[in-house]
């Protein structure tokens, strides 16, 4: 994982690797394309997870190169959304990108973004609208969209309101901080404005 050590490393991938069985590779001081694809490269890495410039990075020395990947299978992006550019460029390789979104304040993990079945069977430009999306909430992680007064709004792919999210592993309070961070559904506002559409 190319990710923060105190935020989805710590909480999430380190904890998810072992759980799995599988080998877990860290990518030490050098981020700059090249270390970054002879790690994967060397250590046959198969699912790794990073921000939208490390793929940059890695994208273009590969492309000057003329280099494969041909163990990579699932690039995880966070931090900002992925291009479609990239998102394409990794797709022409045969490797799945999927967004995750998240805070801290949520342990980290919002959103993961995967073809689900109904998706499956899509290809081009109709692929790369759902995999630009920000993906599903998680197993217990409940989310709703509401106005500015808090009524809910509908979940139609096109009105935007506040993300609001709720869930056993969101945060209920700050340290040594008394005001209230829930709402009184026990909703967490995250801040951000999104859109859900009929799928979730």
Request: charged share 20%; aromatic share 8%.
């Amino acid at each position: 994982p190319v990710v923060p050590l105190f935020h989805a490393n710590s909480w999430g991938i380190v904890f998810s690797a072992p759980a799995m069985g599988t080998k877990l590779v860290m990518p030490g001081p050098k981020l700059d394309g090249e270390s970054v694809y002879e790690l994967l490269s060397t250590e046959k890495v198969t699912y790794t997870a990073g921000v939208p410039t490390v793929w940059l990075m890695l994208l273009q020395h590969m492309e000057k190169n003329n280099l494969k990947l041909p163990d990579l299978k699932v690039v995880i992006c966070g931090g900002s959304a992925m291009p479609r550019s990239m998102i394409k460029a990794f797709d022409d390789m045969g490797v799945e990108v999927r967004h995750a979104w998240g805070m801290t304040e949520m342990s980290p993990l919002g959103t993961v973004g995967a073809l689900q079945s109904q998706f499956a069977q899509l290809k081009g430009d109709a692929k790369l609208d759902v995999l630009q999306m920000q993906g599903y909430a998680p197993f217990m992680v409940e989310m709703q969209i509401t106005d500015d007064a808090g009524k809910e709004l509908p979940w139609d792919g096109k009105t935007f309101g506040r993300l609001k999210v709720r869930g056993p592993a969101i945060a209920g309070a700050y340290y040594q901080v008394d005001k209230q961070i829930l709402d009184e559904n026990g909703y967490f506002d995250t801040g951000d404005v999104a859109t859900i559409d009929k799928y979730g």
